[in-house]
């Protein structure tokens, strides 16, 4: 069991989305331990609420309780109106988890009129790993917490991937053909920390771009997956415009991501670390509240930054190598945005062991980095 960086707010009713199996449930039950609790995934409560939402009140008429938590609560949308009802006219404070808002945004419920505030858990930060994080194996499967108490973690994630990508998006009625949605993740797979090209993308899965945008468009609902923009305040240079695209877990990414004796190992490992990267990235930004926006950088000639952090703390760019060895090469794209942007702040993380300060730029070890995010994050330049 690890202690997780997600503070509670004190007083105040509050969302807390995250993909399935990052722990909200757990985390939910350690931290309000005397909270009324209703799990929309148990068949019995889910089928009473969403025949009579208005059981709700009656049952915590008849209870003591400083919190409520409605797990899952995406599954029965129409239990905001009385949520909302039960916050303004007697004070209650309420928990409400969720692994997708897209019943909520696309079904114009009340979101409770702004008065919630809304939170989000991500896998296990390697701070939160503690002594139990080892770079290589997070890599390979992930840090999911159910991850770590599994035996089989390659069965585990198979499972993760057929119970929840595909039988999850089957009962929401999502999408109606099985067959071309396991195309599209194990094409999408192959686009992971690259430019997304919708009808390359198309092309491959053999499926009409509309419907691949609309995939797209899903998994980012489920909260599975994310597409980073481009930086573009102030450009002194011609820039794309197409997203970088990344599913939330190494582990998942690696499960959907084929392999084989034409596949390069090294390429697809540090493709991993770029994207355990930025699942830390998100985390510590998000749970520190430092008000970052995360974007990456790449010019129409190729001259790219993996990852800009742009906020009231100032820019830091990162770059993200496998490699334990730095090249001259390597640094490009860094000195080319730094002289652009001459207030940010560079850094590059490699797969190395000595922490070093070169041509300007902070060189990290990709360990060291990982467990040093809040303070790197907190000690950028500002105008």
């Known amino acids: 069991m690890y202690s997780r960086l ?8 509050f969302f807390l989305f995250g993909p399935r199996g990052t722990g909200k449930t757990t985390w939910v039950r350690q931290t309000f331990p005397g909270a009324l609790y209703y799990d929309l995934l148990d068949p019995e409560i889910y089928h009473d609420f969403l025949a009579n939402p208005q059981h709700l009140e009656i049952y915590t008429q008849k209870q003591s309780f400083d919190w409520i938590t409605i797990d899952e609560i995406q599954k029965i949308p129409e239990l905001l109106n009385v949520v909302h009802r039960l916050i303004e006219n007697k004070h209650y404070k309420f928990i409400l988890t969720g ?14 009129a702004g008065r919630e505030l809304t939170y989000s858990l991500y896998p296990l930060t390697a701070i939160e790993l503690g002594s139990d994080f080892d770079l290589e194996k997070t890599l390979e499967f992930g840090s999911l917490p159910s991850v770590f108490s599994e035996e089989n973690k390659r069965k585990y994630l198979a499972g993760y991937v057929k119970t929840y ?82 599913f939330f877990d190494t582990g998942i990414y690696r499960m959907l991501r084929p392999s084989g004796p034409l596949d390069r190992p090294e390429e697809i ?42 906020g009231p703390k100032g820019i830091i760019a990162f770059e993200v190598k496998r490699s334990d060895r730095i090249t001259r090469s390597d640094f490009q794209g860094l000195k080319t945005f730094m002289k652009d942007y001459p ?35 907190n000690n950028s330049k500002t105008a």
């Open 6 to 13: 997600l503070k509670p707010p004190a007083r105040k009713s």
């Open 99 to 112: 692994s997708s808002a897209r019943k909520l945004r696309r079904g114009g419920y009340n979101l409770l």
């Open 269 to 310: 490992a540090g493709i991993a670390l770029e994207s355990l990267f930025l699942q830390n990235l998100r985390a510590i930004n998000d749970y520190f509240d430092l008000g970052y926006k995360i974007y990456f950088y790449r010019t129409v000639l190729g001259v790219e930054v993996d990852f800009v952090l742009y």
């Open 165 to 246: 990508l595909y039988e999850e998006i089957q009962a929401e009625g999502m999408t109606r053909n099985l067959s071309a949605f396991a195309r599209f993740l194990e094409t999408a797979s192959f686009s992971q920390g690259a430019v997304l090209n919708m009808s390359e993308v198309a092309r491959e899965a053999m499926v009409e771009r509309k419907v691949i945008e609309s995939y797209f468009n899903i998994l980012e609902d489920l909260l599975v997956a994310v597409r980073i923009p481009v930086f573009t305040k102030r450009a002194k240079r011609k820039l794309i415009l197409h997203n970088k695209f990344y």
């Open 343 to 377: 207030l940010s702040r560079g850094i590059m993380i490699y797969g190395g062991k000595r922490k070093i300060y070169d041509r300007g730029v902070e060189i990290w070890p990709a360990d060291e980095a990982l467990k040093s995010l809040p303070q790197i994050l």
